[in-house]
């Protein structure tokens, strides 16, 4: 960030830049995702550090969940950019012929990006992809509990990109207020709904548009007809990853009680497939963000009975990949999303009593069901409302720029990705030509009898 300028003097100048047309030209717009393109592969390096650092993240999970999804943003926008922008014909109905109708996509203005601390890097550049494609400025606000992450996305921005056209704004809730104060085109938030409702809040005052990518209690059913082990090595993967903290991550299981004993004896052998005997000393499981979060997790583990790990070190920051039953939903741990490696199981009959459940509580970000059963398939996806589903599958949906991505209800509102982030960072003008060769004087007053007449024979 400048530190010479203020909030206010940052948004002016970003304002001045747009209304000189510069980012409205495609040229521009494909100039400068190549050069976001480059300055990622330039600074590979200090990323991998600075995850490490803020998450103790592995580079696997750095590359292939930070890295390789905004690269492949990146490859998408620039493939379909030209396509997007291009004005599309709309119909006309044929009682306004010779008029002809269009639609265009123009860009917002000076929009802002409120990034989030669990995967600090692609969180933020992600959604600042699909800004820079519909031609607008930006200002990023990271989020200062990563602060490597942070700090290191703030020197690549400055090193790369003109202030008055992409700038970074780090600090912690006295600065988000501050920018929170002032007028955007529009604001992209990711994180948990408490602080969605204040975005909302803060923006409403401005009348301006908001995108909220939010989280909550995601339910992963699991049927009897599957491949056992590949659901558990599955569910094992999307819930561990990044210690858990996930927005997408299965927050709970509805287990068959059929299958249960096998399920969770099948992801207690992934655990010690991914992590070894003692999570806590491999090079694969990360640490939570920090201690108010570890408390948090930790008081979370006193719900119901531990059936898989458990272990906890607040010094490390470390709680063990950990499984628990004998569950209700008065336990604190079924009250908010979890986002930590806890994964509660609670057992059905049948499916309608999974179906009640998720139906009673708010609508989650994402929904995963494990069953080979097309009939049930189909039922779950009718009878149950998400931001994003997977079958047989966990997390993967966020990889496919093709699908939008985002919340409903309590999980968030818009979505982004691909397509769908320039349409998020663009506002579609409606426009109506009219040639002067023809001009019948029907519509026009006085409004005769026989024009009346006419007009509902037209309209007929």
Not at 8 to 30: L, N
Not at 156 to 181: D, N, R
Not at 371 to 398: D, F, P, R, Y
Not at 400 to 428: A, M, Q, R
């Amino acid at each position: 960030m400048n530190t010479e300028l203020s909030i206010a003097d940052i948004i002016r100048k970003q304002r001045d830049f747009f209304s000189t047309g510069k980012t409205k030209d495609i040229a521009f717009r494909i100039d400068q995702l190549k050069i976001l393109q480059q300055a990622i592969k330039d600074n590979e390096a200090a990323i991998y550090q600075a995850l490490k650092a803020d998450l103790n993240k592995p580079e696997f999970e750095t590359f292939s969940s930070e890295i390789v999804l905004v690269f492949k943003e990146i490859e998408y926008c620039l493939k379909n950019i030209k396509v997007w922008t291009k004005p599309k014909k709309a119909q006309v109905p044929w009682q306004l012929l010779p008029a002809s109708a269009q639609i265009y996509a123009e860009p917002l203005g000076v929009v802002l990006i409120i990034g989030a601390w669990n995967y600090p890097f692609q969180l933020t550049i992600s959604p600042l992809i699909g800004a820079i494609a519909a031609g607008n400025c930006a200002i990023l606000k990271p989020s200062e509990l990563a602060p490597h992450t942070s700090s290191l996305v703030a020197n690549i921005i400055a090193k790369y990109f003109q202030p008055e056209y992409i700038t970074v704004v780090e600090g912690g809730v006295e600065t988000s207020q501050k920018l929170l104060a002032e007028k955007f085109d529009h604001i992209f938030f990711t994180g948990g709904t408490a602080v969605g409702k204040i975005i909302m809040e803060a923006a409403a005052k401005h009348l301006t548009p908001v995108t909220l990518e939010l989280g909550g209690k995601n339910p992963c059913i699991v049927d009897t007809d599957i491949h056992i082990e590949h659901t558990a090595r599955r569910i094992t993967w999307g819930k561990f990853i990044n210690a858990g903290q996930t927005c997408l991550a299965p927050d709970y299981l509805l287990v068959n009680h059929k299958i249960k004993a096998s399920l969770l004896s099948e992801i207690k052998k992934c655990i010690q497939e991914f992590y070894d005997a003692n999570p806590a000393s491999s090079p694969d499981y990360g640490r939570i963000i920090n201690q108010k979060h570890f408390d948090r997790l930790a008081s979370l583990l006193n719900s119901g009975e531990t059936c898989i790990g458990g272990e906890t070190n607040r010094d490390e920051l470390y709680i063990a990949p950990t499984v628990i039953g004998n569950i209700s939903l008065a336990d604190p741990v079924m009250q908010d999303e979890i986002f930590g490696p806890i994964l509660p199981v609670i057992e059905y009959k049948d499916i309608s009593e999974a179906i009640a459940l998720i139906n009673s509580q708010p609508k989650p970000l994402a929904l995963y069901l494990f069953s080979n059963n097309k009939n049930l398939q189909q039922q779950i996806l009718q009878a149950t409302s998400s931001g994003t589903a997977c079958i047989n599958e966990t997390v993967m949906q966020i990889g496919v720029s093709s699908l939008p991505f985002g919340g409903v209800g309590d999980s968030g509102i818009g979505s982004y990705h691909g397509k769908s982030s320039f349409d998020t960072f663009s506002h579609y003008k409606s426009v109506l030509h009219n040639p002067f060769w023809l001009d019948l004087k029907w519509r026009y007053a006085p409004y005769t009898k026989s024009k009346l007449s006419f007009l509902k024979k037209l309209i007929g």
